[in-house]
């Protein structure tokens, strides 16, 4: 499985950015795809997953009511889009992988693809 994300950028507080992950290789429907971020200095952290075969989402506390994820099977993307962002979300953005859904937010060592990052930078 190979990812490539992309979308990140610089924002104002309040503004919005969409962030893209191409899925290529395996067999999309038995994987969930998540994002996490990492600020300088400070450990990756979990953001968001869905899981491709039935949509299911699952957020972090301190991006529920502001970021969305989804997919679109056609373009083997999976998207999140970021709304209301404050300066605390600047950090690189990494699209994963992963058989196991719950290894996001439980056992994010274990995840078995990475994509690159892209930078998020909101300004106050």
């Known amino acids: 499985v190979q990812l490539q994300a992309s979308g990140g950028g610089w924002v104002r507080a309040g503004g919005s950015l969409r962030l893209s992950c191409v899925v290529s290789?395996?067999?999309?429907?038995?994987?969930?795809v998540g994002w996490f971020r990492q600020e300088s200095g400070k450990e990756r952290e979990f953001v968001a997953s869905i899981s491709w075969s039935d949509g299911n989402t699952r957020y972090a506390n301190s991006v529920k009511g502001r970021f969305t994820i989804s997919r679109d099977n056609a373009k083997n993307t999976v998207y999140l889009q970021m709304d209301s962002l404050k300066p605390e979300d600047t950090a690189v953005y990494y699209c994963?992988?992963?058989?196991?859904?719950?290894?996001?937010?439980?056992?994010?060592?274990?995840?078995?693809?990475w994509g690159q990052g892209t930078l998020v930078t909101v300004s106050s």
């Open positions: 290789g395996g067999t999309k429907r038995e994987y969930g």
């Open positions: 994963a992988a992963d058989p196991t859904f719950g290894n996001f937010w439980t056992r994010p060592s274990r995840i078995d693809y």
